[in-house]
């Protein structure tokens, strides 16, 4: 299995309340992401990493940022949570290889409820 | 817009028979790669298979392969011979990739229950 750990794995916050995820890896991948799965919507993507402080939105990037200062960890941080973000957060990773695209490896999730 | 369609939303097999799930998508692009995960009840999101598409060839997995129909935008999943152990959310997905771009597009997901 990827080498791929997320922290915290549940967390339950307040309304308004800053909350930082962690997302770390130890394959050395070049890409990272981050997604929440919600019932009916599948997965959506957060935001995205193409390299150490390299970084792009996805479709439902308000009220999120992210951090990558090193290749093993990626930050998802919510400035002031809100109750539309209690979720399962996703991390994932994928690496190019020799020019093929290789599949997303997933972490094992974290559960968020904001209050 | 790029989108993945499971018209599925709930399937189930009786153990050892044989399944299909489908999965259309759109896009303009002529090269990109095809995926179907898993989502077993642990949450845990596990590749089943996976398809490049400027290869003819449909991909298999032991009891897993797909009908890759590239013209009509068609990337079906056959599961054989199934087991208990294959209930799950299945999603399709795909990932074109100009650039920096390797953004995965995925669907809603298709819910099978495998009854013994």
């Known amino acids: 299995d990827a080498g791929i750990t997320q922290s915290p794995r549940h967390k339950v916050t307040e309304t308004g309340t800053p909350v930082t995820l962690r997302c770390h890896q130890t394959?050395?991948?070049?890409?990272m992401y981050w997604y929440r799965q919600d019932p009916g919507h599948g997965l959506r993507l957060i935001h995205y990493s193409y390299g150490v402080k390299d970084t792009d939105k996805g479709e439902v990037s308000d009220g999120y940022s992210v951090s990558r200062s090193k290749t093993e960890d990626f930050l998802l941080t919510l400035e002031s949570a809100t109750s539309s973000q209690t979720s399962v957060y996703f991390c994932a990773i994928s690496e190019q290889l020799a020019g093929v695209i290789n599949e997303q490896f997933f972490g094992p999730g974290t559960r968020l409820t904001v209050l | 817009a790029q989108t993945v369609t499971q018209s599925q939303p709930e399937m189930s097999v009786q153990e050892a028979e044989t399944v299909t799930l489908s999965c259309t998508y759109d896009t303009s692009e002529n090269n990109y790669y095809l995926f179907w995960y898993k989502q077993p009840p642990s949450r845990q999101m596990i590749l089943v298979i996976r398809q490049e598409a400027y290869k003819q060839q449909n991909a298999t997995e032991n009891r897993f392969s797909v009908n890759f129909q590239k013209a009509a935008k068609s990337f079906s999943l056959k599961i054989s011979d199934s087991q208990l152990g294959d209930t799950a959310m299945y999603f399709c997905?795909?990932?074109?990739?100009?650039?920096?771009?390797?953004?995965?597009?995925w669907g809603l997901g298709t819910s099978l229950a495998v009854n013994p």
């Open positions: 394959e050395n991948h070049r890409y």
């Open positions: 997905a795909f990932m074109t990739y100009a650039g920096n771009n390797r953004k995965l597009i």
